[in-house]
């Protein structure tokens, strides 16, 4: 792909409309996490140094479109955004609209200003082009620094990059080089760890990987429907009995592939799935008939680790059980310990994405020690399952135009 680089570029004194992804958790009105804003602010701050005026674009939460309902307004995201940029933030209560122009032209270098939430915008989600020829208005240069929204093709993350002079921003610059380094040209012997409750919402995840890397270890409720399909009972475990033709799907590209697939030998059961509750190691082929599969058990990890200990590649999503809950976060906990030991010795590059798979890492207390961790949901499902995203194929298309 050629896309631009707004690092690369003069921004000073030029209008930069930046899309990005600052739809960060709220409890009450108030921010739990700010970890999307602190990453998004570490880009831009170089760039307002060098004299940008970042008029600032983003999504939050799904409000029906018009919607007058002030807990989808982005406003209350001003304190912690300024903090991190380190500038004063403008505020616009609309992101279309001639004041919004106004507001954006009276930007001095050096300072931003966030646009009220897109999706209060019909226009936005119906990807419509004169909604976009608006948000055109508020800017010189389109920057498309939000790669979790690249998957979708809306008026901020498609239409509009084909109506500016348009460029990729830091955290997305870096977002695709790690999962480039990671799945299109990964260090051998590559290994993927896939885990998550269900088959049916990996199938195509799980196809591409097996084609592409050298070893998938496979964990979770995924990992019961693919026991399941050799024939093993799963008691009140969950599992996908509809999909076993697709699970010898994916084994045989696997085969003819040279991949390698592994699944738990053995695993933790219990009767009951609360915190503390009894439980009992089986082999993978016992589970009792009133019991359910919660964990891959202490063999099991032994040999996923195993696997690991040669990979120079590691990619990672989706937890190997029921991780939320002790004592059925070991496996997961101790895999993920592996893989971020592996990485600080520096023989492997270790790349994770995925809500459940971000919140493990950090229960394990390694998710600083990884080479990459996305905080992108259905974009990095999208982007494993090999499949062109619209917002990175606006601004390839952009490059090519120009």
């Known amino acids: 792909m050629s896309i631009a680089h707004i690092s690369d570029m003069d921004v000073t004194g030029k209008r930069l409309v930046v899309r990005a992804d600052l739809n960060v958790p709220t409890e009450g009105g108030q921010i739990t ?69 106004i507001l954006s032209q009276q930007l001095a270098n050096g300072e931003a200003l966030l646009c009220e939430n897109l999706r209060l915008n019909p226009g936005e989600t119906e990807n419509d082009p004169g909604f976009a020829a608006q948000l055109a208005r508020l800017g010189d240069i389109y920057v498309n620094d939000a790669f979790s929204s690249a998957h979708r093709a809306h008026a901020s993350t498609e239409a509009l990059a084909r109506l500016l002079p348009a460029a990729a921003g830091p955290l997305l610059v870096e977002e695709l080089a ?70 010898r799907e994916i084994r045989r590209l696997a085969d003819k592939a040279g991949c390698s697939l592994h699944l738990p030998q053995d695993v933790v059961v219990a009767r009951e799935f609360r915190a503390g509750a009894d439980s009992l190691v089986v082999a ?12 891959a058990g202490p063999k099991a990890l ?26 059925f976060d070991v496996a997961t906990v101790e895999l993920a310990r592996s893989a971020a030991e592996r990485t600080r010795q520096g023989h492997a590059v270790s790349v994770a994405g995925g809500g459940d798979t971000v919140a493990a ?13 996305s905080t992108a949901g259905g974009a990095f499902l999208e982007w494993l399952e090999g499949r062109t995203l619209p917002g990175i194929a606006a601004l390839n298309g952009a490059a090519a135009a120009a």
């Open 178 to 247: 790690a999962l480039g380094a990671a799945l299109d040209a990964p260090r051998r012997p590559s290994v993927a760890i896939v885990g998550g409750a269900k088959v049916s919402t990996k199938i195509a995840v799980l196809k591409h990987l097996v084609q592409r890397l050298d070893a998938v270890i496979i964990g979770g409720g995924m990992a019961n429907t693919f026991l399941f399909a050799d024939g093993a009972p799963m008691g009140k475990s969950l599992h996908e009995a509809d999909q076993v033709e697709t699970v």
């Open 33 to 101: 996490d700010t970890t999307r804003i602190d990453r998004f602010a570490a880009g831009m701050r170089p760039l307002l140094a060098r004299g940008a005026r970042l008029v600032i674009l983003t999504h939050f939460g799904r409000p029906e479109p018009n919607e007058l309902n002030s807990s989808f307004s982005v406003d209350k995201f001003r304190p912690a955004l300024a903090e991190a940029l380190g500038v004063p933030v403008r505020f616009s209560d609309v992101c279309a609209d001639d004041s919004a122009v």
């Open 284 to 295: 993978a082929g016992d589970c009792p008939a009133d019991a359910m599969i919660l964990d």
């Open 361 to 373: 890492l950090n229960a394990a207390g390694v998710t600083q020690d990884f080479t990459y961790v």
């Open 302 to 327: 032994a040999a996923f680790q195993t696997v690991l200990s040669g990979a120079r590649t590691i990619l990672w999503n989706g937890p190997l059980g029921a991780f939320e809950i002790p004592p």
